[in-house]
């Protein structure tokens, strides 16, 4: 399906919003197929943590192809340059194919990267740069990134490293301009799905209880035995950041869910903010009342697709 004004169909909105789900079948009613936009997703063996709901991606008794999942080894830092490079490959290939690419997440830095035509490129390491940096505060950190304009736009300012090389990557883009143009021209329409506040942490508390009792733990602890350290899983995301602290002691189980089940949702509020800044910025979002049942859900769908 294409209708010539757009060549990608994004859905987004706030984590724990059925968004995979929805993604599926509207890509069954496009001639499509998925391109995941979760940072985390892209690892393999970090299943339950990641929240990646195989089963989703069939509807009516067919696989709905999905890419950019299960493409990397835990313990390798994949970049936005990275994932962005291959979401054009991605894009370009089911294009090819005559299929409609449907984007499907929430990891802010990735939708920009897939959908907001920028050209980012593969930055090294600043060595110098970051001994400059090394004893300064997060504070000062962020109001350092604050005062760069870069195209990235935010970072997770809640992990020094990302802090670190958001600036890394903001002083190169400053000092090589000419490196920056457009890459394959992508036309998105946006389609968010997105709950009242109530239902949403309703949401996000039972999804959680769900993962504990489906071995989120014992996912984790199996990576630390595979050799993933838990401070490297601190990079990895709340759950495993959480569950890390627990396994290593420093954390009671009863204080990690609560600490744990806190953190997702001031994660959801940041997703929200976000969404807005994007709005603001000139992209229109179409949200859907994830309330609705499915069927209605895609009748709303399509309406804006036409």
Same mark, same amino acid.
């Given at each position: 399906?294409?209708?010539?004004?757009?060549? @990608?169909?994004?859905?987004v909105?706030?984590?724990?919003?059925?968004k995979?789900?929805?993604?599926a079948?509207?890509?069954?009613?496009v001639?499509?197929?998925?391109? #995941?936009?979760?940072?985390?997703?892209?690892?393999?063996?970090m299943?339950?943590?990641?929240?990646?709901?195989?089963?989703?991606?069939?509807?009516?008794?067919?696989?709905?192809p999905?890419h950019l999942?299960?493409?990397?080894?835990?313990?390798?830092?994949? #970049?936005v340059f990275e994932?962005? *490079?291959?979401?054009?490959?991605?894009?370009?290939?089911?294009?090819?194919?005559?299929?409609?690419?449907?984007?499907?997440?929430? #990891?802010g +830095?990735?939708?920009d990267?897939a959908?907001?035509?920028y050209? @980012?490129?593969?930055v090294?390491?600043?060595?110098?740069l970051?001994?400059d940096?090394?004893?300064k505060t997060?504070?000062?950190?962020?109001?350092? @990134?604050?005062?760069?304009?870069t195209l990235?736009?935010?970072?997770?300012?809640?992990?020094?490293? *990302?802090?670190?090389?958001?600036?890394?990557?903001?002083?190169y883009y400053?000092?090589? +301009?000419?490196?920056?143009? $457009?890459?394959?021209?992508?036309n998105?329409?946006?389609?968010?799905?997105?709950?009242?506040?109530?239902?949403?942490?309703?949401?996000?508390?039972?999804?959680l209880?769900?993962? &504990?009792?489906?071995?989120?733990v014992?996912e984790?602890r199996?990576?630390?035995?595979?050799?993933?350290?838990?401070?490297?899983l601190?990079?990895?995301?709340?759950?495993?950041?959480?569950a890390?602290?627990?396994?290593?002691?420093?954390?009671?189980y009863?204080?990690?869910?609560?600490?744990l089940?806190?953190a997702? $949702?001031?994660f959801a509020k940041?997703?929200?903010?976000?969404f807005?800044?994007m709005?603001?910025?000139g992209?229109?979002? $179409?949200?859907i009342?994830?309330n &609705?049942?499915m069927?209605?859900?895609?009748?709303e769908? +399509?309406?804006?697709?036409?």
């Open positions: 399906m294409d209708n010539g004004k757009y060549n @990608l169909i994004a859905v909105g706030p984590t724990a919003g059925g995979t789900a929805f993604a079948h509207l890509a069954s009613a001639n499509g197929e998925v391109i #995941s936009a979760d940072s985390r997703q892209i690892y393999r063996r299943n339950i943590g990641t929240g990646k709901d195989y089963n989703d991606y069939i509807v009516n008794g067919k696989q709905i999905v999942i299960d493409i990397v080894e835990p313990g390798y830092k994949y #970049s994932y962005q *490079r291959d979401f054009y490959t991605v894009f370009n290939e089911i294009r090819a194919n005559g299929r409609m690419p449907v984007l499907c997440g929430g #990891s +830095m990735y939708i990267a959908t907001r035509n050209r @980012l490129v593969e090294p390491e600043n060595e110098e970051r001994r940096l090394k004893d997060m504070d000062e950190l962020s109001e350092i @990134l604050s005062k760069m304009k990235h736009n935010q970072t997770d300012t809640g992990n020094k490293e *990302r802090v670190l090389r958001a600036i890394e990557i903001g002083k400053q000092e090589n +301009m000419q490196l920056i143009s $457009h890459f394959t021209e992508v998105p329409v946006y389609v968010g799905i997105v709950f009242d506040r109530k239902v949403e942490r309703e949401r996000i508390t039972s999804r209880d769900y993962r &504990l009792k489906q071995g989120l014992d984790v199996q990576l630390i035995e595979s050799g993933i350290s838990p401070e490297e601190i990079y990895y995301g709340l759950e495993y950041r959480y890390a602290l627990f396994l290593t002691g420093k954390l009671d009863e204080t990690m869910t609560d600490k089940n806190t997702i $949702h001031q940041r997703q929200r903010t976000w807005r800044k709005e603001r910025e992209c229109r979002i $179409h949200w009342n994830g &609705l049942p069927s209605a859900k895609l009748e769908a +399509m309406k804006v697709l036409r």
